[in-house]
Every structure is written in structure tokens, then in C-alpha cells.
Nanobody
Framework: QLQLVDSGGGLVQPGGSLRLSCAAS????????IAWFRQAPGKGREGVAC????????NYVDSVKGRFTISRDNAENTVYLQMNSLKSEDTATYYC?????????????????WGQGTQVTVSS
């Protein structure tokens, strides 16, 4: 059974850093584009970043460009989201998601498999 497990969330002060991990089981992650989404209380789900199955192309929402980096280690079946210079508005539950895609680019839509989420709280 295809499963994604998110981890790495926590409480961090503004300006701090966190690294989220998304581990896959039951399938070969190298065949899938992977994305991170987030949802803050009372708000809709927002796509944050995505990476193609090879790792050769990434895409970010404007609000995190220059602060967040998505990467993947297909040998370890894991995708990461390095988050630096965190702001209070980054507070949300973060979810990784996967879709079977051979495209050489990725969009922040159309994902079919989801992790359970990990909470990120940015507060002093």
C-alpha cells in the first residue's frame, strides 16, 4: 500500500529553520513528482513547493522563494523541505503529496496521494 509519512515539524522562533521529511513506503518514489502543501487554521490548502521525479526541476510559491528548498534522495525514498528564515505566517500543518508523473516540470496541483501532515509553529 502506497504510504507517505511526514515528519520534522515543531516549534521554532521567527528567523529559525526546520527541515521536513517525507518518507515513502509501498512504492518507488523515483516515479513520482512530490510536493509540499500547507494549511493554516481557517485557511485553505496552499501549494508550497514541488519537485520532478528526477529532481531536475522545482517550483515554489512566491511567498517562500529564497527561503525554502525542496530536494529529494530517491535512493532513500525521501523528499525534504528545508525551511529557513521562518516567519509567523509560515505556521501551518504541512503535508507532502505525490503524483505519478513523467513530466520534466511540476505544478502545485493534481496530487493523488497524501501524507498525514506535520505541524510547524513559528512563534516567539
Amino acid at each position: 500500500q502506497l504510504q507517505l509519512v511526514d515528519s520534522g515539524g515543531g516549534l521554532v522562533q521567527p528567523g529559525g529553520s526546520l527541515r521536513l521529511s517525507c518518507a515513502a513506503s509501498g512504492f518507488t518514489m523515483a516515479n513520482y513528482a512530490i510536493a509540499w502543501f500547507r494549511q493554516a487554521p481557517g485557511k485553505g490548502r496552499e501549494g508550497v513547493a514541488c519537485i520532478t521525479r528526477s529532481g531536475g526541476m522545482t517550483n515554489y510559491v512566491d511567498s517562500v522563494k529564497g527561503r525554502f528548498t525542496i530536494s529529494r534522495d530517491n535512493a532513500e525514498n525521501t523528499v525534504y523541505l528545508q525551511m529557513n528564515s521562518l516567519k509567523s505566517e509560515d505556521t501551518a500543518t504541512y503535508y507532502c503529496a505525490a503524483k505519478n508523473s513523467v513530466a520534466g516540470y511540476c505544478h502545485l496541483r493534481g496530487y493523488t496521494h497524501w501524507g498525514q501532515g506535520t505541524q510547524v509553529t513559528v512563534s516567539s
